[in-house]
């Protein structure tokens, strides 16, 4: 929890933990626009579950562009030791992580990415304030969901749908409508050969998958990262 009587840390102050650069081109979801941004060195977001999201969206580009799949990979790249005591750096997040800095991890694996996401947000920020339910919800906008649990059963992915529902616009409501439109058909075809108990696990399903693929597609349909 952060101190009332102190200043909160810059990258928690601009809902940006993981303190990405300011750059007009990187057109983020759910960033403030450049023009208002009150920073000028590092973006900053209308929520901090936006900021997370794009901390996850930066660190899977890294994984998936430059090779980074073991935490001091990823460091030396976030970090460099021309502006970072990187060594530090990787110790902390390995620690904190529970990951060896040369293992190999695969960031788009919910249980990798977001114990190194959630202990580079506590390095860069010297505090973790944000819930589970906070942290999910950026990985759900990045299209990583937890694994262990059927979908319709897990609470912090529940709790990110219900803050992505919140804040997500007309436009995309409509297209969601559309894109769900074909499965909603099918659903009716063979609802009356389904109980109502694996008729609402189906459907729940269904509509959790569709979130999670409009959260990956919505990036290019709209042009934003």
């Known amino acids: 929890m952060t101190n009332p009587k102190q200043p909160l840390p810059r990258g928690i102050k601009n809902n940006n933990p993981l303190n990405i650069r300011l750059h007009p081109a990187n057109n983020w979801q759910g960033r403030v626009d450049p023009s208002k941004n009150t920073d000028g060195a590092f973006e900053q977001f209308i929520d901090a579950v936006w900021g997370i999201r794009a901390g996850a969206r930066n660190i899977i580009f890294h994984y998936d562009r430059n090779g980074a799949d073991s935490i001091r990979k990823l460091v030396t790249l976030w970090a460099p030791p021309s502006e970072n ?5 990787v110790r902390y997040v390995s620690g904190g992580s529970g990951f060896q800095p040369d293992q190999e991890i695969d960031f788009h694996k919910h249980e990798h990415l977001k114990p190194v996401l959630v202990a580079m947000i506590r390095i860069e920020n010297g505090l973790q304030p944000y819930t589970d339910a906070q942290i999910d919800a950026g990985l759900v906008r990045a299209g990583v969901l937890a694994p262990e649990r059927p979908l319709a059963k897990t609470r912090t992915v529940k709790g990110g749908q219900a803050a992505a529902a919140g804040t997500i616009g007309a ?4 297209a969601l409508r559309e894109t769900m439109g074909p499965m909603q058909e099918t659903l009716f075809k063979i609802a009356p ?3 109502a108990a694996k008729w609402a696990l189906l459907t729940l399903t269904i509509t959790g998958l569709g979130v999670m693929l ?12």
């Not at 436009?171 to 409509?174: G, N």
């Not at 409009?214 to 990262?225: N, Q, V």
């Open 171 to 174: 436009a995309t409501v409509e």
């Open 193 to 195: 050969f389904l109980d």
């Open 214 to 225: 409009w959260a990956r597609i919505d990036d290019r349909r709209k042009g934003l990262r």
């Open 85 to 89: 005591d990187t060594s530090g750096y």
